[in-house]
Nanobody, 122 residues
């Protein structure tokens, strides 16, 4: 069993910063990718940022230059530093992982966390 647990969301004024964390735990053999998606009310879930096991990162155009994704492989943790936040960044942020679990190391499995709310006031 694998779990992803996010933390760090909250209410912040426009221009402020927040740092999200996501810890993966359970029968994890290896993690290929960890990343973040978000979903605002009435919208589809959208990609925010991703970090591969090789260290590559990619960002949605809307957050480039403002958000930074980082990862601590030893702790199975991914972070999202969000600076210069805008009201349009308001959403529920979900952590995502693509990994191999003990007992099924030949399979790449995807997992989602429950999410953490980020609200940016104008």
């Amino acid at each position: 069993q694998v779990q992803l647990v996010e933390s760090g969301g909250g209410l912040v004024q426009a221009g402020g910063s927040l740092r999200l964390s996501c810890v993966a735990s359970g029968s994890i053999y290896s993690i290929n990718i960890m990343g973040w998606y978000r979903q605002a009310p009435g919208n589809q879930r959208e990609f925010v940022a991703v970090h591969t096991s090789g260290g590559s990162t990619n960002y949605a155009d809307s957050v480039k230059g403002r958000f930074t994704i980082s990862r601590d492989n030893a702790k199975n943790t991914v972070y999202l530093q969000m600076n210069t936040l805008k009201p349009e960044d308001t959403a529920h942020y979900y952590c995502y992982a693509l990994l191999r679990a003990y007992g099924s190391t030949d399979l790449l499995l995807s997992y989602w966390g429950q999410g953490t709310q980020v609200t940016v006031s104008s």
